[in-house]
């Protein structure tokens, strides 16, 4: 927020410097009287860029993804400040200012990357879960699965600044073109959204395979491992519904969800089996056996 108070600042103080060099310097030296005036404050906004994005990157690498939002949110306002100043800017300063997106790009894709990474690693186990009470006893939702689509509910409003960092991946653009192929993405608007559902695709995909992967891992039987992962589906339908994400997804799965209600149905239909054991041993009152004596034979006491 800071940041962006100071790039407002810059442009105003720009507007102003250029019209006092225009009013009393005269014209064969306004543009290098002009570069050296502005050069200190275009400098110290630079500088502030590199230390909030070394910051981000060091909170990326803790996983405090909420950090990652707030590049999204200062390329939103660089968007919509940088035509003006460069249009009072030199040359150099411009390629200074364009600089400072290109480290703000740069920061953004590396989170987006680094957020799969985090997931698939959990997943693959290249890290090392910390010990098994990481995931809940109980079956609930992890609070992986929460994060995930937590990121994903409150990246999605940055789809405009998301979109064009994933066109420069061919992991994405090529993806873009196919669906491109089979429906109308004529508008940078529908690219976009496109580009982030391809994106938020993979993340789920990633989601579903550790959930399955670990729950096989953590678990040691079948009841609690089908009621962890019916949990967790159920839970990651049920907040894309919520969040309208579903129709971001639907541009590269047209079933999305058709498949998690499948999913749901089979761990349902999976978790009522493990009850089997119980249910064969349990049958009407009128065909149990009788006590003689008070007293059951050892087969009956013990079925």
Not at 68 to 81: E, P, R, Y
Not at 147 to 163: A, N, R, V
Not at 218 to 232: M, P, S
Not at 273 to 302: F, H, S, Y
């Amino acid at each position: 927020d800071k940041y962006l108070v100071l790039l407002l600042g810059l442009q105003k103080l720009l507007v102003v410097e250029r019209q006092v060099v225009n009013d009393i310097i005269p014209t064969s030296r306004q543009n290098e009287v002009f570069s050296k005036v502005g050069m200190a404050s275009i400098d110290m906004i630079v500088k502030d860029a590199e230390q909030i994005t070394s910051r981000v990157m060091k909170s990326i690498s803790k996983k405090e993804w909420s950090a990652a939002l707030g590049v999204f949110s200062a390329m939103k306002h660089v968007n919509l400040l940088q035509p003006d100043i460069e249009k009072i800017c030199n040359q150099d300063q411009k390629n200074l200012l364009s600089g400072v997106m290109n480290r703000f790009n740069n920061t953004g894709k590396a989170a987006l990357d680094q957020f799969i990474e985090s997931i698939k690693n959990e997943g693959t186990g290249q890290v090392p879960m910390t010990s098994s009470s990481n995931f809940p006893r109980d079956a609930t939702v992890h609070q992986l699965t929460s994060d995930t689509l937590w990121f994903l509910e409150h990246s999605f409003p940055y789809y405009e600044i998301i979109g064009p960092i994933l066109s420069q991946d061919s992991v994405y653009s090529q993806p873009l073109q196919q669906i491109s192929t089979l429906k109308s993405l004529n508008q940078e608007d529908q690219r976009n959204r496109a580009l982030v559902g391809i994106y938020f695709r993979k993340v789920l995909t990633e989601l579903n395979f550790t959930i399955i992967t670990k729950a096989d891992q953590i678990y040691n039987n079948e009841a609690t491992r089908c009621l962890f992962k019916l949990n967790n589906i159920y839970y990651i339908l049920k907040s894309l519904q919520r969040n309208n994400l579903l129709d971001v997804v639907k541009f590269t799965e047209v079933d999305c969800e058709k498949r998690y209600l499948k999913m749901i149905d089979e761990l349902k239909h999976a978790y009522q089996t493990t009850w089997q054991k119980l249910l064969i041993n349990i049958v009407p009152i009128e065909d149990c056996p009788r006590p003689v004596n008070g007293r059951l034979k050892d087969k009956d006491r013990a079925i």
